[in-house]
């Protein structure tokens, strides 16, 4: 199991939890350091299948995207940052922990 570095403190399991860091490849997964919701929030990009995968780093309620509430978030600045970051890539389908997919992307600005 991988988990953001700052957050495998507050992570309780039997087993080993390996820090994911910016940049890593897990699984052919790009990680992608999107804090805010925790200090240790990661994304993570597919590639091969064009498909970004936003955990909780935003939401798409509606068909509005949005990061979470505040009572949701650690840090407002660091998830706004983050949402940035995510916005700068380059993917055709984005995954969401709330919400439902976006099958067509805008491109990456």
Do not use: C, Y
Not at 48 to 55: P, Q, V
């Amino acid at each position: 199991m991988w988990a953001g570095a700052p957050d495998i403190p507050q992570i309780e399991l039997a087993r080993p939890i390996a820090p994911a860091q910016d940049g890593d490849e897990i699984f052919g997964l790009r990680v992608i350091a999107t804090p805010g919701h925790t200090a240790g929030h990661i994304s993570l990009l597919d590639p091969a299948g064009s498909t970004l995968l936003t955990g909780d780093a935003i939401t798409n309620i509606g068909g509005e995207r949005a990061f979470p509430p505040a009572p949701f978030g650690e840090d407002a600045v660091a998830r706004l940052e983050s949402i940035r970051k995510l916005g700068t890539l380059g993917f055709e389908h984005a995954l969401f922990a709330h919400g439902v997919p976006l099958q067509q992307a805008p491109p990456p600005r």
